[in-house]
């Protein structure tokens, strides 16, 4: 069992505001596969004029935002968290097959995916809950090795005051070595080959707090920048 | 030409037997051959492997394939969904069996099959338990478990258009595992929601060649 850290007690980022902070690290002209949960919180905060290529795994390439009105609602365009989507002007479909090529072929440019906890080393566990007979992959550990970079996006902490952010996983493995970032509720990470480095912590909080709710060491560059929420 | 059209669903569907594996297309709404299931729910057929993302919603589709007693076990990427009670229901007391699969390494299990091949190396679940019993291998300094081919028995598939051939084209994205599910069986079933005369589609269109297609039934 994960560690329980120390939560401080001050407000903390809303999850649409961890949303809010990934989406201004999505590129123009990156494609961009968005996880079903929080993940999906983070395509309505990408500027409107930024070009980002939105892949779904039910093979949509160049998925756009949820139809304004209700009689657009059609069931045969959906999101992999199968709610209603549109096509954006030259959008593909394809199959099953063509779509998971596409993203462990390498074209995925990101991934944004929640998750369970990420290693210092960049392992991801997002599937299956420790002890648990079984759980939904989905099409998570596909998208994870074949990405360029994977967004984790979760709370910092359990509901439980457990562990996300940790030196070794021990839930099971959802892919190895494959987060780059890591945005929270309390602090954005990056991984690197040394381990974790706190970039950027949230409104209020001090690296102190981050790193009380962390059971990593956390690498401190010469600046700690505080996240525009 | 063969007659392909089925004169109905029942006899479409009387061509499934126990203990078959049988590859069922759809992801969420889309791309669901909602008659076909329906077809089999009343079958009275047992023991059936199931291949498809999830392991049914609600009370109706795959969930009534479970209530109804047809389902031996059923192959899936996400069988937990939130309104999938029926199956974690069932799951829980031991009367269905379960094998999860990556979503990409189920597609392309059953492409694989359809393509006549004997299985793929794969980079995805290396180091989880979806590696445990599986061959490694380093091609080129990258670490590869081998996946082996899905064939289905029969394969249930939903597309928009037919022509008398069975060359299937979809609509949007209810287009998903359909293509590959139908390249994967032994024998493929489709429903499809409108037929048109021979040259009514667009031969650079087609998606599936209907040599895929052994029967399909119009449901409009």
Known sequence: ?229 | MKKKQARSIEDAISNLRDDAIVLVGGFGYGGVPEALIEGVCGSGLKNLTIVNNNAGTGHTGIARLLEEGCVGKMICSFPFAAESHVFKEMFAAGKVDLEVVPQGTMAERMRNAGAGLGGFLTPTGVGTEIAEGKPEFEVDGKTYIMEKPLRGDFALVKAYKTDPRGNLIYRKAARNFNPVMAMAADFTIAEVAEEVPLDGLDPEAIVTPGVYVDCYCVTG
Not at chain 1, 128 to 144: F, Q, W
Not at chain 1, 145 to 160: S, W
Request: proline share 6%; with cysteine.
């Open chain 1, 1 to 229: 069992m994960a560690n329980i850290m120390t939560k401080p007690d001050k407000p903390l980022l809303t999850r649409d505001q961890i949303a809010k902070r990934l989406a201004q690290d999505l590129e123009a002209d990156w494609v961009v596969n968005i996880g079903i949960g929080l993940p999906v919180l983070s395509v309505a905060h990408v500027p409107k004029d930024r070009d980002v290529i939105l892949h779904s795994e039910n093979g949509i390439i160049g998925m756009g935002p949820p139809p304004e009105r209700e009689e657009d609602i059609d069931r045969d365009l959906m999101s992999a968290g199968k709610g209603p989507v549109t096509l954006i002007p030259g959008g593909v479909f394809v199959h099953h097959a063509d779509s998971f090529s596409l993203a462990r072929g390498g074209r995925l440019d990101c991934a944004v995916l929640g998750a369970f906890q990420v290693g210092a080393n960049g392992d991801l566990a997002n599937w299956k809950v420790k002890g648990a007979s079984s759980g939904n992959i989905g099409g998570a550990m596909d998208i994870a090795v074949g990405a360029k970079r994977v967004f984790a996006i979760m709370t910092h902490l359990a509901k439980n005051g457990e562990a996300k952010v940790v030196q070794a996983i021990d839930y099971p493995p959802t892919a190895l070595g494959v987060v780059t970032r890591v945005y929270t509720d309390m602090a954005v990470i990056s991984v690197t080959p040394d381990g974790f480095v706190l970039e950027e912590v949230a409104p209020g909080l001090t690296v102190d707090d981050v790193q009380a709710a962390t059971d990593a060491e956390l690498i401190l560059p010469d600046a700690v920048r505080t996240i525009a929420a």
